[in-house]
């Protein structure tokens, strides 16, 4: 049975067929809940995309981490590519980090230190046996919830109806990769590729095997990739 890469990004597709023999996109727009970490947010699209497809899905969560402005724009980092751009938003990094501690400079200009961050939600309806990834059971919806997460168990429990599927385990896996904001360069891959530099050269100046052997993607997915064979 082919595994669906629940996206409306068509780049993240490309990157994991590399890793995955029997993949296809699934263009669904699950809901993306606001948290403050990727984790619950992949878990709940997972747990979303599954009930929508009936069949095993993958979904990924992504997000832009810079230092100078303490994680931001992280879980938002959609939101403000659809807003400010990748351009301005490049900016605004790299003269908060200007600012915050004297700058960070190569021959271009300012630079700011940053991660992308990627975490990959795999859901085929039954349970998983122990392994160092973690399983997301949604245990933290009830009594137990901080007052800010809240909102995001209402919209849980309303996408789950009253099948107490909400509870469906979700495998989660994670990637990071360390960089930094520079000006743009390069024209490859996809989102904020241009901006973000590893070890001297931009994501959109790799191609998507040099960007994959060293992207937070990449990264999940090869821990993904490992695990599904075994399941
Ligand atoms: P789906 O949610 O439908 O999968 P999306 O593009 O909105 O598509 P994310 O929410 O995971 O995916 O992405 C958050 C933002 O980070 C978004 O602006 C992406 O363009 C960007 N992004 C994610 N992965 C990236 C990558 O590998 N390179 C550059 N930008 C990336």
């Known amino acids: 049975m082919t595994l669906r890469y629940v996206t409306t990004n068509p780049g993240k597709v490309r990157e994991a067929e590399e890793y995955l023999d029997d993949v296809s996109a699934l263009d669904y727009d699950y809901t993306e809940v606001q948290a403050p970490e990727l984790g619950p947010i992949a878990a709940h699209g997972a747990r979303e995309a599954y009930r929508h497809a009936g069949e095993p899905v993958i979904v990924d969560d992504a997000g832009l ?119 743009p360069r390069g024209d490859g891959g996809f989102g904020y590729d241009p901006v973000f530099e590893h070890d001297g050269t931009t994501f959109a100046e790799m191609d998507a095997t040099e960007k994959n052997a060293v992207s937070h993607r990449g990264r999940a997915l090869a821990k993904f990739a490992d695990w599904f064979a075994e399941r």
């Open 65 to 183: 981490f810079v230092d100078a402005l303490d994680g931001f724009p992280g879980p938002y980092s959609s939101y403000v590519e659809h807003t400010l751009g990748v351009e301005l938003t490049g900016r605004v990094a790299r003269e908060a980090a200007a600012a915050a501690d004297g700058g960070d400079s190569d021959g271009d200009g300012e630079v700011a230190r940053a991660a992308f961050r990627c975490v990959i939600g795999y859901c085929d309806g039954d349970d998983f046996a122990a392994t160092p990834e973690p399983v997301d059971r949604g245990e933290r919806r009830g009594q137990d919830l901080a007052a800010d997460d809240r909102d995001s168990a209402t919209t849980d429990a309303q996408v789950a109806g009253d099948d107490g599927s909400a509870d469906l385990p979700v495998k989660l896996f994670e990637g990071v990769v360390p960089g930094r904001i520079v000006e």
